[in-house]
């Protein structure tokens, strides 16, 4: 798999590229980093690197635009470019096993990447792009598109409008890449066991007598079998983004076309039998699903422009569109039922889908101040439309074993054409106020958003209306930060709200069947503090965050639903980044969790704790410039997770796990054109393990990666 440079607008910029050579490297190299990566910073108005260039100093708070952490009343972390590239980092999972609060829910290698933050579900079709929600690839976002990966824990309704699925434990924003004031040719080929071969080409340029204008032209190509037995994969990227720099005028036009490919078999989830001792977990190359084939197609367009109208009042909009596609076994890979002896059933189908969809958003900012008050007052409108289809082919009661798979199972083929299933529009409208006082020691920020969700679903065989749901609901929130002892201090606290849509009580005997629930509103509440320490910062976070959920009440066999039931999750976050010295660098935390249902259907469960929720997850890694060579860096991380339980019961429990990651690097120059080679070998111990529960209802377990190197070689021309 290709390693470093590609991207939606993307290039790898030269600035990251050259900071990475060791102090005591040659001057020639390391003096200009400095000056290339202060102008591709104000080329693109992100906030500054953090020392150790790991992670930025701020993130954007959706409509408020980008923040300094310090005064941003959340838990958030935006990790750069260069630890993508340095990390060799494949997918957004790669990135997110930096974080203590993040893990993986997917069974590693599949098609799709779903995540759990704060205890709750985000899907993949929630990474929001610049900003906004329905734009990013869907299956894999292509990490050479990507600046930053940018994470805020929590609800963000407030500040982004809903997410398409609802997704309540936080939000991941990827920041596009822009040509860099100097001109940029760069070539990688790369290797990823078992035999991924890949290539990319990454070319920036900026145009004009101020170098307004830039352009950005990414192209990429891996292919070659992967570690899961029998199964390859084929990759297909290219973007191009350009932007305008003007003193009141701020635009860029983002375009991308990416297709992944894989035939031969697909990585599967264990659905376990109620109350079936869970065994030692599989080895992940295990191929369940042989014959398995499919192909996920994302093609976008996205265009954002800013006007600073004066000192005063900015007004800012954007628009983008995506087309989505996808045939095959791609969806419902579920090993079911495995009972004690390893037997199993599972449906294999062949499945043809669409998701069109059209993202825009617009607003105003404004700075002001009354009697001593600063105010940023901020409008931000919001609006999502997604039309979606689908159609299967299926093949139902297919049996094999976890421990002696069959080595052909049928596999259906997709149907010709994917009728209209349903409709979904999503908007919003926000207005949000910080106001700071004691010259800035004090922000206090007042918001209040209005979300509107509507859904029409169809049937696929005659296109007639099946179900309707047009509800509104009004989100406040309420955040503070303080800064008591200067600005290497701060301490804030918050109140928000996020949204997910209201459930259907779709069971047949239930008295209230096709009732809509409005959406749901999850509650965090959250107090924190964060402090500088010459290259070091830290992160301390204290929350709770309830989610309604839909419960069944009085008679078993004629039952009531309500929206009721409620999960909680509480915990304790700390999150650490930056230079210990000039050649150590750390990043990572530890995140401690009590995740109980406090009220489920019929009580049956109350006080139980929550399914997937480890009371411990630590991520530590770090590296290391050697002093013997210059130009060499050596790094590691360790990742580990507690037990946690499958079912709701809490009779299904999969244990803790921990893994070991090494890596090293070397940055040199053939006839004064920088090369860098790197070298990561993830999972060194090659640990068979169960990393996580992939879903609330049933009791379904995931497979961790197995040891996998990475190789690359990074040419600038």
């Avoid at 849509?501 to 409005?518: I, Q």
Wanted: hydrophobic fraction near 35%; aromatic fraction near 8%.
């Amino acid at each position: 798999m290709t390693p470093v440079a590609l991207a939606i607008g993307t290039i790898v910029c030269p600035a990251l590229a050259l900071a990475q050579v060791a102090p005591g490297g040659a001057g020639d190299v390391t003096l200009p980093a400095v000056k290339v990566s202060v102008d591709a910073e104000r080329a693109s108005d992100l906030p500054a690197l953090q020392a150790g260039r790991q992670v930025a100093r701020g993130a954007r708070l959706g409509g408020l635009g980008n923040q300094d952490v310090m005064d941003t009343p959340f838990n958030i972390t935006s990790y750069t470019a260069e630890l993508i590239a340095d990390q060799q980092a494949r997918n957004v999972a790669d990135v997110m096993a930096n974080d203590p609060s993040v893990r993986f829910t997917t069974s590693s290698g599949h098609a799709y990447e779903n995540y759990r933050i704060r205890g709750f579900d985000v899907s993949a079709s929630e990474l929001a792009l610049d900003g906004m929600f329905g734009l990013a690839p869907s299956g894999h976002a292509p990490l050479e598109a990507v600046e930053r990966v940018e994470v805020l824990k929590g609800p963000g309704a407030l500040f982004t409008g809903m997410p398409p699925g609802g997704g309540v434990g936080g939000v991941i924003n990827l920041v596009p890449k822009r040509a860099g004031d100097a001109p940029l040719s760069r070539v990688s080929v790369g290797y990823q066991s078992k035999s991924q071969f890949g290539t990319s080409l990454d070319l920036g340029r900026r145009f004009g007598e101020g170098k307004e204008l830039g352009l950005r032209i990414n192209g990429a190509f891996s292919d070659g079998d992967t570690y899961l037995d029998g199964q390859s994969k084929k990759r297909e990227f290219v973007s191009a983004a350009a932007d305008y720099r003007g003193r009141a005028l701020k635009a860029s036009v983002d375009a991308y076309y990416s297709k992944e490919s894989f035939a031969g078999g697909t990585p599967a989830m264990y659905w376990f039998q109620a109350a079936t001792p869970i065994p030692d977990a599989r080895s992940p190359r295990t191929n369940l699903f042989p014959g398995a084939n499919g192909t996920l197609e994302s093609k976008a367009v996205m265009a954002k422009a800013e006007y600073e109208f004066n000192r005063y009042v900015t007004a800012f909009a954007g628009l983008g569109v995506m087309d989505f596609e996808s045939v095959g076994f791609i969806n419902g890979t579920h090993a079911r039922n495995i009972a004690a002896n390893g037997d199993f059933t599972a449906t294999t189908n062949g499945t043809r889908s669409y998701t069109d969809s059209v993202s825009s958003e617009a607003g105003l900012r404004s700075q002001f101040a009354t009697a001593g008050v600063g105010h940023e007052l901020v409008l931000h409108m919001t609006h999502l439309e997604q039309e979606s289809g689908s159609a299967t082919n299926s093949v139902a009661g297919v049996t094999s074993n976890i421990y002696t798979p069959l080595t052909t199972l049928a596999m259906p083929q997709a149907p010709g054409r994917a009728p209209k299933t349903s409709d979904t529009t999503l908007s919003s409208l926000a207005l949000v106020d910080t106001l700071s006082f004691v010259d800035d020691r004090v922000r206090l920020t007042l918001g209040v958003r209005n979300q509107n969700v509507k859904t029409i679903n169809y049937s696929a065989t005659t296109g007639a209306t099946t179900a309707k749901y047009d509800k509104s609901v009004v989100t406040p929130a309420l955040a503070l930060v303080v800064k008591p002892w200067g600005p290497s201090i701060s301490l804030y606290a918050n109140y928000v709200q996020g949204l997910s849509r209201g459930d259907t009580v779709s069971d047949t005997l239930a008295t209230n069947r096709n009732f809509v629930f409005a959406p749901y509103k999850t509650e965090q509440k959250e107090v924190g503090g964060k402090w500088t320490q010459g290259g070091f910062a830290n992160t301390l976070s204290l929350f709770e965050i309830t989610k309604p959920t839909m419960v069944a009440i009085g008679s078993s066999t004629n039952p009531t639903y309500t929206d009721e039931g409620e999960k909680r999750v509480r915990g304790l976050e700390w999150n650490t980044f930056g230079e210990l010295t000039r050649s150590v660098r750390l990043l990572g935390g530890v995140t401690y969790t009590r995740g109980v249902q406090t009220r489920t259907a019929y009580d049956r469960y109350n006080g139980n704790e929550a399914i997937g929720a480890p009371r411990w997850q630590g991520n530590l890694g770090g590296e290391w410039d050697t002093p013997w060579l210059a130009g060499l860096t050596l790094s590691g991380r360790v990742i580990t997770t507690s037990s946690q339980y499958l079912d709701a019961a809490n009779r299904q429990q999969i244990p803790s796990w921990t893994t070991v990651d090494v890596g090293a690097r070397y940055v040199t120059s053939v006839e004064q054109r920088r090369v860098v080679l790197r070298l990561n070998i993830n999972n060194l111990f090659d640990k068979h393990y169960w990393s996580g529960s992939f879903s609330d209802s049933y009791s379904m377990a995931t497979l961790g990666s197995p040891r996998t190197v990475l190789a690359s070689a990074t040419f600038d021309l």
